[in-house]
Structure formats: structure tokens, C-alpha cells
């Protein structure tokens, strides 16, 4: 039982590249969700999926596209990447609606974009 | 915004207890007060929760006041890996808000040799 895993650990970006993180949960959680933390900050919402072919977007979703085909994957999208996107970004699952449900967090991915 | 109040940082010796504060003034009897903590950029760890009650596990207790408007994390014998930053979250027991966590800027915590 991995938990929640995220790849990978550190990537470099130029300016208007494109790229995938990956996440993906072995625990069979309904809700996956996407957090952004920048120095010195908590964390903030970008997307969440409450069951898959199901997503919506959280506090800053600008620049950045989520799917959910499968329960276990939740990847992140940038489409273009920007030096604001430069930041450590989270991935969390947790099992239904209640909020007795703990979230577990990946172990995060450092992105930097030149 | 965070519905939560903490102070940004605290130091407590090593094999004492770690007392931190939360202050949630706005609480409705709908939430529940959650606790995580953050060691050195990693994922954040869950910790502990509790709605009206008292709670304690291998790691800590939370107590919450009777009133509800205030919570303590304690820590009862701090070791340097306890050295992170806590966070302490007001989350909703159903709906839509269920499902995520709204961070502050949580408390460093510096253990102390």
C-alpha cells in the first residue's frame, strides 16, 4: 500500500513548455485534489475530482488542466508553463463526502520554470 | 480565507510539551477542528481532529474548549523530528466543503536541544 504517490520529485520548465505531473492513489479513493504552496505560504487549492470523468476547479486554477479516466489518477496539467507556476505542488486523496475522512497527501513536486 | 488563527511560531524544549493554540472564533457546530503538520517541505501529515470532544492518539491531543471558539495541539514529550510547521483547520463535517482543506500559515514549531 503506496498511499499517494507523485512523480516526479523536481522539474525544471522553460517559459511556454508544457507538462504533466502525475499522481495516482492505491487506497481507492473517491476525491483526489490538486494543491499549489508557494515560500512561506499554506497550501491552496487548484482542482479536485470527486469520482472519475468528474472534476472542478478550486481557488487558483488558471493555467493548469486536470482529467480523472481512472479512480487511481488524477495527472495535472500545464499547458504553457509560467514563472508565477514555479512552486511545490500536492496531491491528496480522500475517501467520500465526510469530513471525518482524512486527506493523505503526496510527498510533493518541486516545479521551477525559467 | 483561513478560519483559523495561530501564532507563526513557538520553541519548546526538547522532552517538554508542545502546547500550540488555535483560535476559531467563527467555528459553527458543522465543523470540525483538524490538525496537520508540515516537517521540511513535505507532504503534510494528519495529525489529529475532533468535533466537540476531547481527543488523543499516539501522536497528540487536541482539546477544545467547551465553547468551541479555541483549540490546543499538545505534543506531550517533543523530539527534534517534531520540528515543522502546524496548521490548524477548520473543515466542514459534509458537503461540498468536505472534501478539501482551507491552510493558513500554520505555527513553526522549533524543537530545542
Known amino acids: 500500500n503506496a498511499g499517494v504517490t507523485q512523480t516526479p520529485k523536481f522539474q525544471v520548465l522553460k517559459t511556454g513548455q508544457s507538462m504533466t505531473l502525475q499522481c495516482a492513489q492505491d487506497m481507492n479513493h473517491e476525491y483526489m485534489s490538486w494543491y499549489r504552496q508557494d515560500p512561506g505560504m499554506g497550501l491552496r487549492l487548484i482542482h479536485y475530482s470527486v469520482g472519475a470523468g468528474i472534476t472542478d476547479q478550486g481557488e487558483v486554477p488558471n493555467g493548469y488542466n486536470v482529467s480523472r479516466s481512472t479512480t487511481e489518477d488524477f495527472p495535472l496539467r500545464l499547458l504553457s508553463a509560467a514563472p508565477s507556476q514555479t512552486s511545490v505542488y500536492f496531491c491528496?486523496?480522500?475517501?467520500?463526502?465526510?469530513?471525518?475522512?482524512?486527506?493523505?497527501f503526496g510527498a510533493g513536486s518541486r516545479l521551477t520554470v525559467l | 480565507d483561513a478560519k483559523t488563527t495561530q501564532p507563526p511560531s513557538m520553541d519548546c524544549a526538547e522532552g517538554r510539551a508542545a502546547n500550540l493554540p488555535c483560535n476559531h472564533s467563527t467555528i459553527s457546530g458543522n465543523e470540525y477542528v483538524y490538525w496537520y503538520r508540515q516537517i521540511h517541505s513535505q507532504g503534510p501529515q494528519y495529525i489529529i481532529h475532533g468535533l466537540k470532544n476531547n481527543e488523543t492518539n499516539e501522536m497528540a491531543s487536541l482539546i477544545i474548549t467547551e465553547d468551541r471558539k479555541s483549540s490546543t495541539l499538545i505534543l506531550p514529550h517533543a523530539t527534534l523530528r517534531d520540528t515543522a510547521v502546524y496548521y490548524c483547520?477548520?473543515?466542514?463535517?459534509?458537503?461540498?466543503?468536505?472534501?478539501?482543506?482551507?491552510f493558513g500559515k500554520g505555527t513553526k514549531l522549533s524543537v530545542i536541544p
Open positions: 483547520i477548520v473543515r466542514p463535517i459534509s458537503g461540498a466543503g468536505s472534501y478539501q482543506l482551507t
Open positions: 491528496a486523496s480522500t475517501q467520500g463526502s465526510s469530513g471525518a475522512n482524512v486527506l493523505t
